[in-house]
């Protein structure tokens, strides 16, 4: 069991450690990563040079500017550690030849006196593991959760020497390196964006990182791009209109496909939402991903390949309620948000919503959902045993739920998505797994043919190997 140290004496192993040598770059909220390694003594052996380029016209004049006006983003963050690293390997590399380089940079806003201002930085470190050969990258995002200036500060420089003996210490097991960056912070901050990439991290699937994040409670959200590339909500999704679709995709069968096109193309038809700043994201939550029992990450990397060659960006979470990441998003200035659920699934929801609140909190429950800007739009099925259709508008609702529900109905936060397949309402992910894992004919028709195709290439899912052995 790894053996939790203090930050201090994380410090001074990094400033007793003749092999490591870097500077420290730092925007924001005072140097304090650099301050705890000058603190604990020995600094001389660690520290090439600290700076805070904090006026804004001179930091332009080191790095560049940003065309977004925003300083506290992930390009400069790159900018930062591309220029210091430069400036360390031309005037070092020379004088000391087997030394491990490494540059750290964070840029922060720290919660402001009017609290309008939240916090949250970037933090990232470029870092060798051996001397001379090309170096790797960390790049976090923090949300800071303390409501005191002072202490934001200090959450921020107890997590720069988390990240910077992490990588030095731990880059064996990425479960642990991430497990470690919360030492003495539980609470006071949520890394909501982590990447590793570099020569000596190849073989680590960024997409699991974002997973291993929710699951070791870094964070209730994680995002990764159709190219596996975790991203971060901040800088895509400000202040635009966004739908998310939730869904098990085990495997992503033609009817999800059809309930991501119908339900996205309603909402952009909303004369509300800005085509042109929409966007469309997938969700798989943990408690899904659990449903089986024990967390299975190569399941989850089955789903992972399959969305992402379907284009889709993928949000893992822990909100199986909705208003958790409703919350979170909520710092983002979401304008509209659109969530796609099945029509079981909205009936399992009301029903939960309504006896979970017998106490005369239901008002109060709702209310966490159905804000202004939120709507559901429910995708249909077949009723079990007939061919009758189940929608919005004939869901069977607990009496003391009803006018409530009709209300909601009637101002369209709920919402019958309308231009769907009705002739695909049969297929259900699980029969279709059942199908693939046994090796029976038919499945391929139920899944998109690039999901087909990849389930059968990659093996995905317990397809039986002899089964591909065989087909060719």
């Not at 660690?46 to 904090?54: E, F, N």
């Not at 070092?92 to 006196?113: G, H, K, Q, S, W």
């Not at 020497?161 to 390196?177: G, M, Q, R, S, T």
């Not at 297929?427 to 690039?450: D, R, T, Y």
Request: glycine share 8%; net charge negative; with cysteine.
């Amino acid at each position: 069991m790894r053996q939790q140290l203090e930050t201090e004496q994380k410090a001074l192993e990094i400033n007793l450690d003749d092999s490591i040598y870097g500077t420290f770059a730092e925007i924001g909220a005072g140097q304090e990563v650099a301050r705890y390694f000058f603190q604990v003594g020995g600094a001389a052996g660690t520290i090439a040079k600290t700076m805070s380029a904090y006026d804004k016209v001179y930091s332009d004049q080191i790095y560049g500017p940003e065309p977004s006006g925003r300083y506290v983003c992930e390009s400069r963050l790159y900018k930062m550690l591309d220029h210091e690293y430069n400036l360390m390997g031309a005037r070092l590399r020379m004088e000391r030849p087997n030394t491990n380089f490494f540059v750290f940079a964070d840029t922060i806003a720290a919660i402001n006196y009017s609290k309008t201002v939240k916090g949250d930085g970037w933090l990232g470190i470029r870092f060798q593991l051996q001397a001379g050969s090309e170096p790797n990258d960390l790049v976090l995002h923090v949300r800071m959760l303390d409501n005191d200036n002072r202490l934001q500060q200090q959450a921020i420089g107890i997590l720069g020497v988390n990240l910077v003996y992490a990588c030095f210490h731990y880059n064996k097991d990425p479960e642990i390196l991430l497990q470690s960056l919360m030492d003495s912070l539980h609470g006071r901050v949520m890394i909501d964006m982590i990447r590793l990439t570099g020569p000596d991290f190849d073989e680590v699937d960024n997409r699991l990182l974002s997973l291993l994040s929710v699951k070791n409670g870094l964070t209730d959200v994680a995002m990764f791009g159709p190219d596996g590339r975790p991203v971060h909500a901040s800088e895509f999704l400000y202040k635009k209109h966004l739908m998310i679709v939730r869904g098990s995709f085990r495997p992503p069968t033609v009817v999800n496909l059809d309930m991501i096109r119908a339900s996205y193309q309603q909402f952009r038809q909303d004369p509300e939402v800005a085509k042109g700043k929409s966007y469309l994201l997938t969700e798989i939550t943990l408690d899904n991903l659990r449903a089986d029992g024990d967390l299975d990450e190569k399941d989850f990397l089955d789903r992972a390949d399959l969305l992402n060659a379907l284009g889709q960006t993928v949000i893992i979470s822990d909100c199986q309620e909705y208003p958790r990441l409703i919350a979170y998003l909520a710092d983002y200035k979401i304008q509209k948000l659109g969530l796609a659920v099945g029509v079981r699934e909205l009936l399992e929801l009301m029903h939960r919503k309504y006896y979970d609140n017998l106490d005369g909190q239901l008002l109060a429950a709702f209310g966490e959902l159905f804000t202004r800007n939120v709507h559901l739009y429910v995708y249909p099925a077949m009723q079990e045993g007939s061919d009758e259709l189940m929608n919005a508008g004939n869901l069977p609702m607990p009496e003391g739920v009803k006018f409530l529900y009709q209300h909601l109905v009637d101002n369209r936060q709920i919402i019958d998505v309308a231009d769907f397949d009705a002739n695909i309402l049969h297929i259900f992910s699980k029969q279709v797994l059942q199908m693939v894992q046994q090796g029976e004919a038919g499945w391929e028709s139920m899944v998109p043919p690039k999901v087909a195709a990849l389930i059968k290439e990659k093996c995905l899912f317990g397809y039986p190997a002899e089964q591909v052995e065989f087909e060719y």
